[in-house]
């Protein structure tokens, strides 16, 4: 993989926004293998797709691409905000790559995959409407909360210009798959608990370690009064699911 973006043709395009869309674009039809499948390359859907904009040939993965100059950082903009909460909802959305690049040398920085079961409505920061005076007077955008994404969720493909092995990224994702919840209250609940788990510093944890959360995931979950059990529920589906082990001490092991 060349970490290099490709020059090529770019004359065509002036404004800063379209050689940019043109120029990581094809970085990823150039150089990205498939991190569901393995296959050596994504390819580009010919017509601006509402939706998506690569596919992998074999396995048919589709793939959103969002990029940015410098660092990825907290967030990321995106389209409008009801049609995004809405294609989260109806379990729509594809897989989203997520790229920081160094405009001043032409390279990519970071490159993040964030398989599609991973996105929940709370992820989602409205922006405030656009102004009267605007041309889209009243639109509402919004912005991807980057860092509300568990970090089973949030694999690095490239981080800070290093590649990090395919085999690495592969097995990630295909573990990630492990977590897929069409419900979109139950995947809310499941990544909470999982949120709270990761924030644990320790390896290993007791049922009170979570418990400490109460208050947090009560505010969040107003409708539901038996957070507790909740919590205990959602630790043996991540046992389940092979990123918990229940220890002889009445613990929680993490399983890396
Ligand atoms: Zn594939």
Known sequence: MDL?????????????????????ESWVSRNLYCPRCGNAKIVHFQNNRPVADFYCEKCN?????????GSL?????DGAYETMIARITSNENPDFLFMGYQKQLMT???LVIVPKHFFVPSMIEKRRPLSPNARRAGWVGCNILLQSIPKQGF?????NGNLIEKEKVLSQVS?????????????????????CVNRIPMQEFSLDDMYRFEAMLAAKHPQNHNVKPKI??????????GFL??????KYKKIL
Do not use: C, P
């Open 4 to 24: 290099q973006m490709n020059f090529e043709g770019i004359d065509a395009y002036h404004s800063g926004t379209q050689r940019a869309r043109v120029l990581t």
């Open 61 to 69: 993965n589709e793939y959103e691409l969002k990029s940015k100059n």
């Open 73 to 77: 950082g907290e967030k990321v903009n």
């Open 108 to 110: 990519v920085k970071d």
């Open 155 to 159: 694999i690095k493909i490239i981080e």
């Open 175 to 195: 573990k990630s798959s492990n977590l897929v919840v069409t419900n979109i209250e139950a995947r809310g609940w499941l990544f909470d608990i999982l949120e």
């Open 232 to 241: 205990r529920q959602q630790l043996q589906y991540l046992r389940d699911k």
């Open 245 to 250: 082990e229940f220890t002889q001490r009445g």
